[in-house]
Every structure is written in structure tokens, then in C-alpha cells.
């Protein structure tokens, strides 16, 4: 219930769940924000990154998995980064909480596009780099799953904005080799960790766990796993 809750209230004051049925919310919350860059960047970078979803729902008994590849551009000094690009996204949810009625249960497709923007500072520190961040953006959702929503009678628009606020830690193994830690509250994921590491010359990997229903309750779990590629 925490993760449902944070979902709906957590920075975006003008969402309110109405009812006591189950609340169905963009796709793309459901799930930890991406590193698509890492966090400290030498003068000007772009990577390409993409990664997969599976995530448990905003319900107990469904499940929402999606594929995400982004374009980020990212410029960054000793002690500040910024970064920003576009995305799109496809997926497909599947409504099977047992308070929807047996017509609405099944997987619904969705698909989407967005940008997004991640800016940090940092104190660094030699070995490792303390700082915070903020990562944010606007995408729209359309297809089955945003129909489904509309058909439940709940006033929606397929605009979806998203804005969280994260504390960090990056480990310096060298110059280039960096692993970074930072757990955050916000959209999407509601209260989330990432692990990331990066060689900032190439590229990186990513994990991700997010807030997510089951139906034992709300559960932190692992949700995501991304790559991304230094391109130029």
C-alpha cells in the first residue's frame, strides 16, 4: 500500500485516488528511474542506453513490463553534471486484480515517448564523490492500457510528467571506473534504489528496485536492468 500511495501523492499534490476500488496510474511510474548517464561526466558526452522493466502493478496479481531506450546528451564538469535527451517506450500491463470485472483483465499494450533531464552537484572527494540530484520530465502514453484507464471512467490525460529527488554516492576506482549508489523519492518508482557503474569513456551498466504491489502488500523489489553506450 506505501508504494501505491507515494505513487499517487509523492510531488504531483493534484493526484488524488478516488474510490476504494483499485487505481490504475501511467505505466511508466511503475518502475525505477533510469541511469542513462553516469554521474559525473568529463566536458561533453552522448550514450545510447536502453533497459527492461518487469515491475508488479500498482495492483496485487498484476504485472506491467516494458522496454525503454533513450538518447542522452550530458555535459559535466569537477563538480556538477547535466544531462538530457529523448526516449520512447513499449510495454504491456496485465490487469489481473481481482476487483476489476472479468472483461477488463488481460494484458493491455501501451507505447510512448518522452524526454527527460538529470542534473546533479557533487563534493568530490578523491575516492569517492557525495552529492544530489534531480531527475525529471514529460512523456505522453497512448494504446489498450490508456484506453483501459479512460474506460474505467477516471479523468486522465495520456500526459505523463515525472519529477524525483535523489541523494548519492559514487565510488572512484580511477578516473573512468565509477560505481555509484543513490536511493531517491519521487516519480516514477515512488521510493526507489539504483547501482550503477560506469567506465565514463564507454559506458555502463545499471539495477534498479522500486515500490511495487503484491498481492501481500506493497514489496520493494528489483524492477530493472539497463546498458548504455558512450556513442560519441
Not at 507515494?6 to 493526484?15: A, G, N, P, Q
Not at 478516488?18 to 541511469?35: E, F, H, I, K, R
Not at 554521474?39 to 513490463?65: I, Q
Request: aromatic share 18%; with cysteine.
Amino acid at each position: 500500500m506505501a508504494g501505491k500511495i507515494l505513487k499517487t501523492t509523492v510531488l504531483f499534490s493534484f493526484i488524488f485516488m478516488v474510490g476504494c476500488g483499485p487505481t490504475y496510474l501511467p505505466a511508466l511510474w511503475d518502475s525505477a528511474p533510469p541511469m542513462s548517464a553516469p554521474t559525473e561526466v568529463k566536458k561533453e558526452a552522448t550514450f545510447l542506453s536502453a533497459y527492461f522493466n518487469g515491475a508488479g502493478g500498482f495492483n496485487g496479481g498484476d504485472e506491467n513490463k516494458f522496454f525503454r531506450a533513450n538518447l542522452v546528451r550530458a555535459i559535466g564538469g569537477s563538480w556538477y553534471k547535466l544531462s538530457g535527451g529523448g526516449f520512447a517506450y513499449f510495454g504491456i500491463y496485465d490487469v489481473q486484480n481481482s476487483g476489476e470485472l472479468e472483461q477488463n483483465r488481460g494484458q493491455k499494450p501501451y507505447f510512448g515517448i518522452g524526454a527527460d533531464i538529470d542534473a546533479n552537484i557533487f563534493l568530490p572527494l578523491h575516492f569517492f564523490n557525495l552529492g544530489i540530484g534531480t531527475y525529471g520530465g514529460i512523456a505522453g502514453e497512448f494504446g489498450d492500457y490508456t484506453s483501459f484507464r479512460k474506460n474505467r471512467g477516471e479523468e486522465i490525460t495520456p500526459i505523463v510528467p515525472f519529477v524525483s529527488l535523489y541523494p548519492f554516492l559514487q565510488f572512484n576506482f580511477s578516473k573512468s571506473d565509477k560505481l555509484t549508489v543513490r536511493a531517491g523519492l519521487g516519480l516514477p518508482g515512488g521510493y526507489f534504489v539504483n547501482i550503477g557503474y560506469y567506465n565514463i569513456g564507454y559506458g555502463g551498466f545499471w539495477i534498479g528496485w522500486s515500490a511495487t504491489e503484491r498481492e501481500t502488500g506493497s514489496k520493494f523489489d528489483f524492477t530493472s536492468i539497463g546498458l548504455s553506450i558512450k556513442v560519441k
